[in-house]
Structures are given as C-alpha cells and as structure tokens.
C-alpha cells in the first residue's frame, strides 16, 4: 500500500468581529468537510490544525496530499464560526513544514 503524502496550508482567516479560537476553526472545517464531500473524503482528508494564532488569524493546516483542493473549497465556503463573520486566504502550500517556517514568521 502506498503511503499518502502531506502537504501543509498556510492560511490567513480575516474576521470581522471576536477572535476565533482554533477549536471552533477546526470543527467548523471538518463539518464544512463533511457536508460538502461526505465521511469517507472527511475521513481521507487526514485534516489536522497545526498551528493556529487567534489574533493574527494565521495558521497551518496539516492534509493528504490528494485531498489539498477539498479542504481549500470547504474552507473558502464557511463564511461565519461563532457569530463571527470570516473569510479564508490559503497563502501557500508546501510539501513540508519546514518550507513553511519562514512565511509563517513574516505574517506574525
């Protein structure tokens, strides 16, 4: 069996309104997931929120490589977590988290 690659997405999440904290991203992108794609892509995607800042609204999210695009649609769709209205800016993807470092640094 042939083992899945990761790719890692920095991402900006424009807010108008409270800060968002990271679990609620992270429940409303699996259930965007979900809704859009059904369990067994959900379940594929091998979603995980590596690192999020609630204040700047960056972050890293961790996926299969073949389920990159997905994840991009099914964030670009939420458009409110918690009574906060949001918008998502994939930045740059990367077959690595090191290669994501340095632009993780600039948005701080």
Known sequence: ?????RR?????LHREGQPVSGKHLSMALWKSLLSLYGEVHAADSKLYLLDFDEQSGVGVLQCSGSALQEIIT???VISA??????SFEPKRTSGTIKGLHHQVQRHE
């Open 1 to 5: 069996m042939k083992k899945s690659r």
């Open 74 to 76: 099914a964030a670009a």
């Open 8 to 12: 890692y997405l920095l991402f900006h």
């Open 81 to 86: 977590i918690e009574q906060t209205s949001v």
